[in-house]
């Protein structure tokens, strides 16, 4: 097994680490904190292992299937965790992880026609701010935080939506020309 995939293991891994502490204050005062930070080096994971499988060429199939499956089971986590925290709306997290099942289900569609949909900016934006709204709201500073996380809130919601467009109508004729 290469870097990279040790990397997206290591980021699943986290994910129960990260949910224990969110979720739970094992650590009085800091347990947060610690959610955060588990949560930050497990998007870093993210970033590093796509740049080095690009970089040395070591992209393989588990890799393709398992980053943003791997990614996909962090943030979703997250927003599950932040509902149950009352810090996020579950209206919300409906929009944002029925982008995903829709996403990679098109993806799945694509790939059995011999297609490959790679990710777009938009979807990278996404993530960004996804990523940024889920540390603003665990951080829960107050303040002018609260304004930010409820700007990032809604930045993200309008990003899903925004990158979901983007997907199908760039991708129109994967759905028009497939078996479905």
């Not at 990397?7 to 947060?32: C, K």
């Not at 569609?109 to 960004?128: C, E, H, L, M, Q």
Request: charged share 15%; net charge neutral; glycine share 6%.
């Amino acid at each position: 097994m290469n870097l990279p995939n040790k990397l997206t293991v290591l980021r699943v891994l986290m994910i129960p680490f990260f949910v224990l502490f969110a979720l739970t204050d094992v650590v009085p005062g800091y347990s947060n904190y610690i959610a955060v930070a588990i949560f930050v080096i497990a998007s870093l994971t993210d970033l590093l292992d796509g740049k080095l499988a690009r970089k040395y060429n070591l992209v393989t199939d588990f890799g393709k299937f398992m980053d943003p499956l791997a990614d996909k089971l962090l943030v979703c986590s997250a927003l599950i965790c932040l509902v149950s925290m009352e810090r996020l709306p579950a209206w919300i997290v409906i929009v944002i992880i029925s982008r995903e099942f829709i996403i990679s289900g098109f993806r799945l569609v694509a790939s059995d026609n011999g297609v490959v949909i790679a990710a777009s900016y938009w979807g990278k934006f996404k993530t960004t701010f996804q990523m940024l709204m889920i540390i603003v709201l665990f951080l829960d500073l107050g303040g002018v935080f609260d304004l930010i996380g409820e700007i990032l809130i809604w930045a993200a919601l309008i990003l899903t939506v925004v990158s979901l467009v983007d997907y199908l109508v760039k991708n129109k004729n994967v759905i028009l020309e497939g078996d479905i």
